[in-house]
């Protein structure tokens, strides 16, 4: 079945979450069952039982939606076998990562060229449609995947791979952006050790230090200052 026939089936019948007045949005049952039964979602304390090799965290708790995807890939495949996730935010937010968590995994996984190539519209089709004002959540989970799978590459010594479209490279010869020195400080990156701890950065030559201590500073007094 197309994306657009699984759009219009899904479309049958919307739910309004809201019963009394208001004018409620209104969601696609899809979005519904996705909300109030979430799948692959990762309970508080199971990160220690499940065996990941990718994390991607974007957003913040602080200032809106956050979004966390835990990623297992097999090396010789390089097919997602595993995907868990937390998410900080409405019920499109939530329904967003669900669904993307059976997208990349279903069919015994997809494989990471195939998963770098979904865009936040292939999850609104399978959400059967998201309210315009929602549609930033389904682009926070593109983000996230993303994210962890360029903390594969990282991982996994495959630097050159990791994408940096729409971010200023910082360390050029480990790809390291701005948006990775953000999320560092976000995850609790406080000075330039707990950045190269993390990041790497600058291991391979010093020269990228002097910017990145600008951004850790610039980032600390965004998110932290009182």
Wanted: glycine letters at 8%; hydrophobic letters at 35%.
């Amino acid at each position: 079945m197309s994306d657009e026939a699984i759009k219009k089936e899904n479309l049958s019948e919307e739910v309004n979450i809201r019963e009394a007045g208001g004018g409620g949005w209104l969601y696609s049952d899809v979005v519904k069952d996705h909300f109030f039964n979430p799948r692959n979602f990762m309970r508080y304390g199971e990160e220690e039982k499940f065996e990941f090799n990718a994390m991607g965290r974007v957003g913040s708790p602080a200032c809106g939606d956050e979004m966390v995807l835990w990623l297992k890939i097999e090396p010789e495949t390089e097919k997602i076998k595993e995907c868990r996730w937390r998410t900080f935010g409405c019920g499109s937010a939530i329904a967003s990562t669900s669904v993307l968590s059976e997208m990349i995994t279903e069919k015994d996984g997809m494989k990471i060229e195939d998963a770098l190539k979904i865009k936040p519209q292939d999850i609104i089709a399978r959400l059967g449609g998201l309210p315009d004002r929602k549609i930033h959540c389904s682009v926070l989970g593109d983000k996230a995947l993303q994210a962890a799978i360029n903390d594969y590459f990282r991982k996994t010594g495959k630097h050159e791979r990791v994408l940096t479209a729409g971010a200023k490279v910082i360390d050029s010869v480990l790809n390291i952006t701005d948006k990775d020195i953000e999320e560092a400080v976000l995850e609790g990156a406080k000075t330039i050790e707990d950045l190269q701890k993390k990041l790497k950065i600058g291991a391979l030559g010093k020269d990228s230090l002097p910017a990145a201590e600008e951004l850790l500073k610039f980032y600390l007094e965004k998110y932290f200052k009182s």
